[in-house]
């Protein structure tokens, strides 16, 4: 495994939140970042050493993009292919190209995952209209429409209940391929984010909590306010996960906690995958050792991997569009952390910074 030392230059494919507090972690640690993005006004440009603003399609941008950075990696898994492939030509590029492809298609996602053991909702795929009217007569609704690919926060999502026609579903879900799910009436969401290693060594967090409002993450709680062996499930599929996919970087996988074991004794279903830092592991920048971001550094540089063992609990609060005015309440509020991504344009759902709360000590009482 190649050890990329601090020094180096790490390349990001985006420009996001995500891809800012990567920066972040990554300068901490005596790294460049080199941020490639379409916007002059992202937020990890202001942060980062040095950035490219071309398009994801502008080979010539990526090729140069390539030759300037030591190792690299991404903070949208949306990215086209294309984008990271090139890297890849160039330099190690983490996560491959192939897990990239898995994480931006629900189907092959959710099939890897029922052949990795790891159970998911029934689905089924539908190419049309006609298709989508016959799976729901099959399914008993209320179920669930997504767009197999492109999807994020709820977007191009419909829920299906009867009495409802195909045709407005169909419509409203927008896309050429809809994966028809079974709606799971979950006890709730919990997630748990993996760091791996080219050698294969990986490392997971605790899982935790995530409650949504509007499709959109709203909080988590850290620790997932579970029974202990449902957290343990959740852990034990994520790095399985992780392994058969040969993941390098992060991998998050979000679930759902049924309210009894299925059929097969499972109490969690795969929902989704990330190979990127996640909005649920937000946390980790005030409660753990090591955040999800230095975590990722470590790992796509080869380093040792960093303690995820938490020192307190907490909770993480979105600030979604107008609550990031509330800036100055959250910063005079005890054992609380204010992060802001440098967004100048306020809108609703967008994602504008988040809040931890830390709670007492991990192991204590809240
Ligand atoms: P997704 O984009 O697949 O992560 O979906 C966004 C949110 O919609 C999830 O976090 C759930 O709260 C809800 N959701 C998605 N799929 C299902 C399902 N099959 N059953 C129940 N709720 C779902």
Known sequence: MKVFAPGSTI??????????????????????CHIFCPGKNEPAVGVAAAHTCAGFDDRAALEAFAQSVDVATLEWENVPVEAPEIVGKHVPMYPGVEVLRMAQDREQEKTFARQAGVGTADFAIV???????????????????????????????????SGMDAAQAWREMGSQVGILEAFIDFACEVSVIVAARADGETLAYPAIEN???????????????????????????????????????????????LRQPDGQG???????????????????????PTSQFEQLVRAVCGLPLGDVTPHSRAEMLNLIGEDANRWEEFLKMPQTSLHLYGKDDIRPGRKMGH????????????
């Open 266 to 288: 499972r109490r969690v279903l795969l929902n989704e995958i990330a190979p990127r830092p996640h909005n649920s592991g937000h946390w980790t920048m005030d409660a753990c």
């Open 211 to 257: 409650v949504h409002r509007h499709h959109i993450l709203d909080r988590t709680f850290a620790p997932a306010r579970v029974d202990p062996s449902i957290a343990d499930e959740a852990v034990q599929a994520a790095q399985l996960m992780a392994r058969k996919l040969g993941v390098v970087g992060l991998l998050a996988v979000e679930f759902f906690v």
């Open 355 to 366: 809040v931890n709360f830390l709670k007492g000590a991990w192991n204590g009482k809240e």
């Open 127 to 161: 190419r049309s209209e006609a298709e989508l009217a016959e799976a729901m007569q099959r399914f008993s609704l209320p179920a669930i429409l997504k767009s197999t690919r492109m999807g994020y926060d709820g977007k191009g999502q419909v829920k299906i209940t």
């Open 11 to 32: 390349g990001i494919l985006g420009g996001g939140q995500l891809g800012r507090m990567t920066a972040l972690a990554a300068a901490k640690l005596g790294y460049r």
